[in-house]
């Protein structure tokens, strides 16, 4: 070990110095009074915050939403699974599951999102449990919300509508009517991963069903297996579409439109 021995004299300035300094941290942690603070001085100005014209309505889409079905054109903006004509009726402002054409998907990609879609299971009852008014909303086309015929309807609590299927119940079950339209409204934050493939931060989700919470920033664990668990199957990815599931009931959307975030 090394000692150091200084003279009295060097070791006074050093102690006062430190003091000084020490009392210099005070004073700046309190607030200087000789040079105060103003409220411009922690104004932001520029630059200037962009404008968006909201709709008339909530479901209404903004100005600067992507307008992915207006009740007319499927195929403007949507695809099958294979990359040709989608297959589903499109009627009265309507697009209607037909059984057996299988999932439409679109042809934009997107990472972080607000969407919103609306949804109607058939007013014909016929079913029960997840075999009534089922099909789904797929996230990026690997995370599915769940639209199902909820009304009256007993199922596993993380398979009902509002559900992020085998993940997350809904907080609470707001489902309206067989027949009658519903709405999801969801904002979407895409994951991002390591190197070696795991994520960095998860995908997560606020979905609001007919005006009520149901899912409050949630961290989905995987994409949505029907067997198994969620973790295991987690694959890097980049930006990917929005799906919808033929699950043969002929479940009805309209007024879709999605705002990139």
């Known amino acids: 070990m090394t000692i150091i021995n200084l003279k009295p004299t060097k070791m006074k300035r050093i102690l006062t110095s430190a003091v000084a300094i020490l009392a210099c941290t005070v004073i700046f942690a309190q607030g200087r009074t000789d040079f105060p603070m103003k409220p411009e001085?922690?104004?932001?100005?520029?630059?200037?915050?962009?404008?968006?014209?909201p709709g008339t309505t909530p479901l209404d889409a903004p100005s600067d939403a992507i307008i992915l079905f207006d009740g007319i054109n499927l195929s403007a903006e949507w695809t099958n699974n294979s990359g040709t004509e989608p297959g589903w009726k499109v009627a009265d402002g309507c697009a209607t599951v037909v059984r057996g054409t299988g999932a439409i998907k679109t042809k934009r990609l997107f990472n972080d999102f607000q969407l919103h879609i609306e949804w109607r299971s058939p007013s014909e009852v016929i079913g029960e449990s997840q075999g009534r008014g089922n099909s789904g909303i797929f996230l990026q086309g690997i995370y599915e919300l769940q639209v199902l015929d909820s009304y009256n309807n007993r199922t596993y609590r993380n398979g009902q509508a509002g559900s992020f299927y085998k993940q997350y119940p809904p907080l609470v079950n707001v489902c309206k009517a067989p027949g009658?339209?519903?709405?999801?409204?969801?904002?979407?934050?895409?994951?991002?991963?390591?190197a070696d493939g795991t994520f960095f931060t998860p995908p997560m989700v606020t979905v609001l069903q007919n005006g009520v919470l149901v899912q409050n920033h949630v961290a989905l664990r995987g994409p949505t297996p029907y067997i198994g668990i969620p973790e295991y199957f987690v694959k890097p990815h980049g930006a990917g579409p929005i799906e919808l599931q033929d699950h043969g009931n002929p479940v009805s959307y309209r007024n879709i439109w999605i705002r990139e975030l």
């Not at 409204?185 to 991963?193: E, G, K, L």
């Open 41 to 53: 001085m922690t104004e932001i100005w520029d630059p200037e915050i962009t404008v968006v014209t």
């Open 180 to 194: 009658v339209w519903q709405v999801y409204d969801v904002i979407y934050t895409a994951p991002r991963f390591r």
